[in-house]
């Protein structure tokens, strides 16, 4: 698999700019509109937010799944592409895993608790799709940031060549 570098097609730098950008409404959207907050479960906002929240990490992922190109191979973004410190690493691995393992596939891991017998009469689950909390959705808007500045900066190197 390619990285995705200044040497890469403009079109795929300005994919994964959209998907930061898309990622980043999301997270201002939940941010400005207080969502955390929202403490009732049934309330439609909850619903919004667990909505807004997921859209956020699958936006914020996808330039690092793997992508398809033209001729066939796949190109992909480094998560070490950019300087994050090791909360980000970590929030960035969190994200990863929650897309891979709730939002895109249903993992056993993430809705079974552990050391509990799920083939007997027990059926308690936890929510692995609870949003990230207040922190983590600011952290992650600070590290949208960067990926952006990033990509911008590999767009002018790209247009250059």
Do not use: C
């Amino acid at each position: 698999m390619r990285e995705i570098d200044s040497n890469s097609r403009l079109s795929r730098l300005d994919i994964a700019l959209f998907d930061f950008r898309e990622a980043r409404d999301f997270a201002e959207y939940i941010l400005r509109e207080r969502l955390h907050d929202v403490k009732s479960s049934i309330a439609k906002a909850k619903l919004a937010h667990r909505a807004f929240n997921t859209s956020m990490i699958v936006s914020y992922i996808r330039p690092f799944q793997g992508n398809d190109e033209p001729d066939g191979t796949k190109v992909r973004l480094s998560a070490v592409a950019i300087s994050l410190n090791e909360t980000e690493r970590v929030l960035h691995e969190e994200v990863r895993n929650k897309r891979n393992k709730v939002f895109a596939h249903s993992e056993w891991l993430s809705h079974e608790f552990e050391g509990i017998n799920f083939d007997g009469l027990i059926r308690i689950y936890k929510p692995a799709s609870d949003p990230l909390t207040i922190e983590k959705t600011e952290l992650l808007l600070g590290m949208i940031g960067k990926w952006i500045k990033h990509i911008k900066s590999l767009r002018v190197t790209a247009k250059q060549q």
